[in-house]
């Protein structure tokens, strides 16, 4: 077992079972649709979009072996592997949506993934992707105060190789082919950023958000 694998094999269980209903919700007019997603953990988020029809295919790439395991019978597909090192090429097919739910803060080189993964999307295939903001409030007051502190969960999770801001998420993706048609934070605001927002005219709203949601769509005619 590598080190890498190794950290991963410390989490407890449900560090790897969050099911991303929100995002599934946001597609849940589709049908039939073939969706990868990269670190899908004990593979609940599939699972619901299969259950509701929405996937007819869902493949998916996991790092940790025990949580793609435990997915494997749920989905069409779960590769276990590293997905800095993966050939997608072994996937053979065109996909009508991708999932990048918190891994891209887990990868080495996550720009030449979303790189290496752009030509299996069909066209206007949909991407829904979430990471930590590291220029949320209370990272700046944390870095204020001399302290870069890391943690088994949140924004300074360990195994974090690589931190985003909104701007610099988004870009990423930009890079890569993407048409951004949404960014925002993962879940609702609290009263009192939302209110610190309205007194700032949004313009210091990325400090509120403490993880960052991207939706968009592949665009070839981009790259």
Not at 152 to 175: A, I, K, N
Request: hydrophobic share 40%; charged share 25%.
């Amino acid at each position: 077992m590598s080190f890498e694998t190794d950290s991963y094999a410390k989490k407890p269980e449900d560090y790897f079972s969050g099911v991303r209903a929100d995002i599934i919700q946001k597609i849940s007019d589709r049908k039939s649709l073939k969706i990868l997603e990269v670190g899908c953990g004990l593979g609940g988020t599939g699972a619901l979009a299969l259950r509701n029809g929405i996937a007819a295919e869902y493949d998916a790439i996991e790092l940790d072996e025990k949580s793609a395991e435990v997915a494997r019978p749920k989905l069409t597909n779960v590769y276990n592997e590293n997905v800095d090192q993966f050939d997608f090429n072994t996937l053979g097919k065109t996909y009508d949506c991708l999932i990048l739910s918190e891994v891209m803060e887990h990868l080495a080189y996550p720009w030449l993934a979303l790189e290496r993964i752009a030509p299996l999307l069909a066209p206007g295939a949909l991407v829904f992707a979430s990471s930590p903001n590291i220029a949320s409030i209370g990272i700046l007051k944390a870095l204020i105060r001399g302290q870069f502190r890391y943690t088994e969960w949140g924004v300074m999770d360990v195994t974090h190789l690589r931190w985003f801001t909104p701007g610099s998420f988004m870009e990423m993706f930009e890079d890569a082919g993407f048409c951004t048609d949404k960014i925002g934070p993962v879940g609702e605001l609290s009263k009192g950023r939302k209110a610190f927002n309205i007194l700032t005219f949004e313009a210091f709203s990325h400090l509120t958000w403490n993880q960052i949601l991207y939706e968009g769509h592949y665009s070839q005619s981009k790259r």
